[in-house]
């Protein structure tokens, strides 16, 4: 079924590569149905060919959260420096026109992986 639906999924890519919006493409590994939480997430510039890894739900939507909240918080701390005159703090955003794969490492969460995530986001190249 994944397979059948490939040919959309690059069409509708492709698509909005060349909207010309500003846009953050993220590519699941295989969903996994463990509990998630447990394992480090792993965040990497995409790449042509299937991932033999998987994520969880959970997981993947933690990396979607975080890649809204950096955008939302840096555009929040932009207004604010613009109406009080001050400079505009260096805060790491997701680049416009990125694309990113999502999976699971198999090694255990040891705290939490809001900051890790950031750092993965803000350093990953834009699309090409």
């Known amino acids: ?8 999924k690059d069409h509708a890519e492709q698509a909005l590569r060349t909207s010309g919006l500003p ?12 509990v ?3 394992l480090e997430i792993e965040v990497t510039a995409a790449t042509d060919g299937a991932s033999d890894t998987s994520v969880t739900p959970m997981d993947f939507a933690q990396v979607a ?3 809204l909240l ?9 207004e604010r420096a613009a109406e009080s ?6 805060l790491p955003r997701a680049k416009p026109n990125l694309t990113l794969n999502v999976a699971n490492r198999p090694s255990r969460v040891e705290g ?3 900051s890790a995530l950031v750092k993965a986001i803000a350093t990953q190249p834009a699309d090409s």
């Open 23 to 34: 846009y953050v493409i993220l590519r699941p590994a295989q969903l996994s149905e463990v």
């Open 65 to 67: 959260v975080t890649v």
């Open 1 to 8: 079924l994944a397979s059948m639906a490939q040919p959309f």
């Open 112 to 114: 939490d992986q809001f």
């Open 85 to 90: 005159g001050q400079p505009v703090p260096n």
């Open 70 to 78: 950096m955008d939302d918080v840096s555009a929040r701390a932009e």
């Open 36 to 38: 998630g939480g447990e």
